[in-house]
């Protein structure tokens, strides 16, 4: 199957660079490791869900939708993204946060991505 069957909006800054892990190589002694930098993805502090919602949020476009829903964990990546997606794109988002951990420590419950 062919990605090109499906619509897609362009938002991600792609490719994303591949950087040598030389030290962390030379530590364990020998493998070659590279990391794929998709913090640099662009969108509300990047992260590999930009990938799957230019997908996602071009199916919305094209159905015309207003408003997107999505679910995730209090600290979600995914709803923090679909958030600016949707902001990006002029529509409304809610997103329904669960408590998946059973913290009840401020720092989690109040801050990171729930925060913004």
């Known amino acids: 199957m062919h990605l090109s069957r499906f619509p897609r909006l362009r938002h991600a ?3 994303t660079a591949l950087e040598r892990m030389d030290r962390l190589s030379a530590e364990l002694g020998g493998p070659e ?3 794929k930098r998709d913090d640099c993805t662009g969108l509300s502090t990047g992260g590999n869900k930009t990938r799957k919602l230019e997908f996602l949020m071009a199916e919305a476009q094209a159905q015309g939708a207003d408003l997107v829903m999505t679910q995730g964990a209090t600290q979600s990546n995914h709803a923090r993204q679909t958030a600016a997606y ?3 794109l ?3 988002c809610h997103i ?3 408590d998946r951990t059973g913290s009840n ?3 989690y419950i109040h801050n990171g991505n729930v925060f913004l």
């Open 13 to 15: 800054h792609l490719p």
């Open 33 to 35: 490791l590279w990391i």
């Open 86 to 88: 949707a902001a990006k």
């Open 90 to 92: 002029g529509m409304a």
């Open 96 to 98: 329904l946060l669960e």
């Open 105 to 107: 420590d401020p720092n």
